[in-house]
Nanobody
Framework: DVQLVESGGGKVETGGSLTISCSYS???????LAWFRQAEGKEREGVAL???????VYADSVKGRFAISKDNNKYVLRLQMNNLKREDTAMYYC????????????????????WGQGTQVTVS
């Protein structure tokens, strides 16, 4: 069974940092994993993904500021967010697919089969 549970969201000031986490099951440890976000009134957009071989892909809007990582011993996916901007305010979702990762992430929500419930990040 694939279960994704996000945690670590909260409020942070502009320019600050925050790390959010997603616990996943051992069953999905070989999956393509990703972070998406959805701001109020906007479509869900991909932020970053990490392939089965640990190759990372980022959306242009977060390159150089965000870092995705996974720990397949503890089954935790993380998104470290630095130099946060107000436009980063959104509900952040962890996502997984058993298939090969797409080569881009920003508009690839349809490629992912499993989703967490989300964790809110607010930048003021």
């Amino acid at each position: 069974d694939v279960q994704l549970v996000e945690s670590g969201g909260g409020k942070v000031e502009t320019g600050g940092s925050l790390t959010i986490s997603c616990s996943y099951s051992e069953y999905s440890s070989s999956y393509c994993l990703a972070w998406f976000r959805q701001a109020e009134g906007k479509e869900r957009e991909g932020v970053a993904l990490i392939e089965q071989d640990y190759t990372r892909v980022y959306a242009d809007s977060v390159k150089g500021r965000f870092a995705i990582s996974k720990d397949n011993n503890k089954y935790v996916l993380r998104l470290q967010m630095n130099n946060l901007k107000r436009e980063d305010t959104a509900m952040y979702y962890c996502a997984a697919t058993p298939f090969v990762c797409p080569t881009t992430v920003r508009d690839r929500a349809a490629d992912f089969n499993y989703w967490g419930q989300g964790t809110q990040v607010t930048v003021s």
